[in-house]
């Protein structure tokens, strides 16, 4: 059973600071990492994707991926009350098509 | 940005009734996929379609769900007959490539099977 595991949170942050995401992943096979954010009743939005080990920048967010540790994280610099939201980390199945999300950790910044 | 397109946004139905859940991919587009999530649990993958065949299936995926791209633009998702634990939130999404860097979801059916 490929699994996803992501801490649940809360995770709390002030507004301005950095937010750290954890991620770890079963399947030594999987190639593809993507993190999505959800809103409340909506769906989820892509925010970064990395499939090379290393570190990957976009604007205030930081993709990490260690594939011998099979982690994955996400960095949100200068965190905004508008990033308040659950991360889903999300790994290929190795077949191709699909994704395994993990269950989410909630982010809540505060002004 | 192009957008996926599901309807209804929310059907509620008796257990034991079929459902059709319906979605417009986006029109380049040529992997085509189904995931749920329960209230308060995560995005599960059900089904990918690409090619007007099932390309993967989770087990979830079992012989009461079927899907269906019947024209050149819809592609829906069929429960044959809706159990208590089919209540969710299902998301069409689409992708133009096989390892695509972006899946693009539909704004969800909220399905709740009374």
């Known amino acids: 059973q490929k699994e996803v595991e992501q801490n649940s949170g809360p995770l709390s942050v002030p507004e301005g600071a950095i937010a750290s995401l954890n991620c770890t992943y079963s399947?030594?096979?999987?190639?593809?990492f993507f993190w999505y954010r959800q809103y409340s009743g909506k769906s989820p939005e892509l925010i970064m994707f990395?499939?090379?080990?290393g570190d990957k920048e976009d604007g205030r967010f930081t993709a990490q991926l260690n594939k011998a540790s099979q982690y994955v994280s996400l960095l949100i610099r200068d965190s905004q009350p508008s990033d308040s939201a659950t991360y889903l980390c999300?790994?290929?199945?190795?077949?191709?098509?699909?994704?395994?999300f993990g269950k989410g950790t909630t982010l809540s910044v505060s002004s | 940005e192009p957008e996926v397109t599901q309807t209804p946004s929310h059907q509620v139905t008796q257990m034991g009734q079929e459902v059709i859940l319906r979605c417009v991919p986006i029109?380049?587009?040529?992997?085509f996929y189904w995931y749920r999530q329960i209230l308060g649990q995560k995005v599960e993958f059900l089904v990918s379609?690409?090619?007007?065949?099932?390309?993967?299936k989770s087990e979830i995926f079992d012989d009461q769900f079927s899907v269906e791209r019947p024209d050149g633009s819809n592609f829906t998702l069929k429960i044959r007959s809706t159990k208590l634990e089919d209540s969710a939130m299902y998301f069409c999404?689409?992708?133009?490539?096989?390892?695509?860097?972006?899946?693009?979801f539909g704004s969800g059916t909220q399905l709740s099977v009374l």
């Open positions: 999404a689409s992708t133009l490539k096989r390892q695509a860097e972006k899946l693009f």
């Open positions: 399947d030594r096979g999987s190639q593809s």
């Open positions: 990395i499939y090379s080990n």
């Open positions: 999300a790994v290929d199945t190795g077949a191709g098509t699909a994704l395994i």
């Open positions: 029109s380049n587009h040529l992997y």
């Open positions: 379609f690409y090619n007007n065949e099932i390309s993967e």
